[in-house]
């Protein structure tokens, strides 16, 4: 079977970045450090390998969206000190131009501009877009580009060297003050802004349950049963259980491989996912009933624990992981306290 062209797999599919960024340095050495290609993992971040293969065609190995992704290109055009154009011959379709414009300082403009196809057809372009994923990466490698010429840590540099690390974490630390310093004024609704989507869940859960648990107990169905827990909720907790063992055993495994924010990032569902399974037996436990008051307290901050969960993973997926993890966070205080309302009650009603 022949491979189609790279436009024949993409037709339609085509998405553009366009992203630049000065670089103190002479053209001249901007032009030679970008053009030194199989250098290029050093400042891209999902790049791990490019292999000349002659005749200004090279062989790219690459972590598209986590997923090894192997390539050939060829340079369509090399003007030294001015652009250097690309495109794919095989594998997905991705074609570029990046140019180097000196402003008489002593400063170079770098800019690239790059067109691409994300693996997966539509649905890959719908989650880039959604993300911007790519976006976000070509401004990092653009940055690590920068630092490389002037000497500075770049990202992949402090990943692999403890002391580059601890430097840039201090950074991290000097820019956060600094920021929460400008942003004095506006500090509580920056804090409470990720408050609103587990809010408004715990809201919208409270009034569900009032609806749905009120009809419930009206019904004669709800005292048919009989059984300590009921099957579904039995086998809805084992469930819950198994993922909150596959969420630790996940966190490890991205934790061996060096990506920290990833593993904690899974790994903070691990309590999560235990407390829920917890909670489906106690709803399915016929010999724990609690009024109905208690009920919708107890979902109401089950909903804004699943609210949390969800901005959680939003902000994830939009490439604000700190935001991300703080929002987190909060999920099993939530569950924990609607396993405690419940209980609680359970007790003073004996």
Do not use: C
Request: charged fraction near 15%; glycine fraction near 10%.
């Amino acid at each position: 079977m022949t491979q189609a062209s790279p436009v024949d797999q993409t037709t339609g599919n085509i998405l553009t970045v366009d992203d630049s960024i000065p670089v103190p340095a002479p053209v001249s050495d901007v032009y030679r450090r970008w053009n030194d290609f199989p250098s290029f993992p050093s400042f891209m971040s999902n790049v791990q390998e490019v292999r000349p293969l002659g005749g200004n065609r090279y062989h790219w190995v690459a972590r598209i969206f986590g997923v090894k992704q192997e390539w050939d290109a060829e340079v369509t055009e090399n003007v030294p000190n001015q652009r250097i154009s690309w495109r794919s011959t095989s594998g997905s379709y991705n074609a570029g131009t990046v140019s180097f414009t000196p402003d008489g300082s002593g400063q170079t403009t770098v800019r690239l501009r790059l067109e691409y196809a994300p693996p997966g057809g539509k649905v890959g372009q719908a989650l880039d877009q959604l993300t911007q994923t790519t976006r976000r990466e070509v401004s990092e490698d653009l940055r690590n580009f920068k630092n490389l010429i002037t000497g500075q840590p770049t990202s992949q540099g402090i990943a692999g060297s403890a002391t580059q690390a601890m430097q840039g974490m201090r950074q991290g630390i000097q820019q956060g003050m600094q920021q929460f310093q400008q942003q004095a004024p506006g500090g509580l609704g920056s804090v409470l802004g990720p408050l609103t989507v587990p809010i408004g869940a715990s809201v919208a859960g409270g009034v569900a349950s009032y609806m749905i648990g009120k009809r419930l107990r009206e019904s004669r169905a709800y005292a048919m049963y009989t059984s300590p827990v009921a099957l579904p909720n039995a086998i809805a907790g084992w469930a819950l259980t198994g993922a909150s063992a596959a969420s630790v055993l996940g966190s490890a495994t991205l934790r061996s491989r060096g990506r920290p924010t990833d593993a904690l990032f899974i790994g903070q569902w691990a309590p999560t996912f235990l407390q829920a399974g917890i909670l489906a037996r106690l709803l399915g436990h016929r010999g724990i009933q609690t009024n109905l008051p208690t009920s919708v307290m107890s979902w109401t901050y089950a909903a804004a624990s699943a609210g949390s969960i969800l901005a959680s993973a939003t902000l994830h997926a939009r490439g604000k992981r700190e935001d991300g993890l703080f929002v987190g966070q909060w999920a099993p205080t939530f569950l924990g306290a609607a396993l405690f309302t419940r209980l609680f009650n359970r007790l003073l009603t004996r």
